[in-house]
């Protein structure tokens, strides 16, 4: 069998796209983030009114674990950022 025989349904790249322009690509670049999650978390309308961006919840939630006592923090750190 031939191997170097073109077959069209093998290029679906569009002629439009330069591979020449499409360096610097790191591989497993994200796999980190991607293997930890995602926690998506929704608000309510009346809370998500007074915070506007994740900035502004994670803020408020770490004024709220300090006043709350030290007990939650062990609890509240971030993954990866915990003593192992």
Do not use: C, H, W
């Not at 002629?15 to 309510?44: C, H, M, W």
């Amino acid at each position: 069998m031939n191997k170097n025989i073109y077959n069209e349904m093998d290029d679906d790249l569009r002629p439009e796209y330069d591979l020449s322009e499409l360096k610097g690509g790191v591989r497993g670049k994200y796999a980190l983030k991607y293997k930890q999650g995602t926690n998506l978390i929704l608000l309510e309308s009346d809370v998500a009114e007074v915070f506007k961006d994740n900035e502004s919840v994670n803020e408020a939630l770490r004024l709220l674990i300090k006043i709350a006592g030290a007990k939650y923090k062990k609890a509240a750190q971030p993954v990866g950022k915990a003593d192992v």
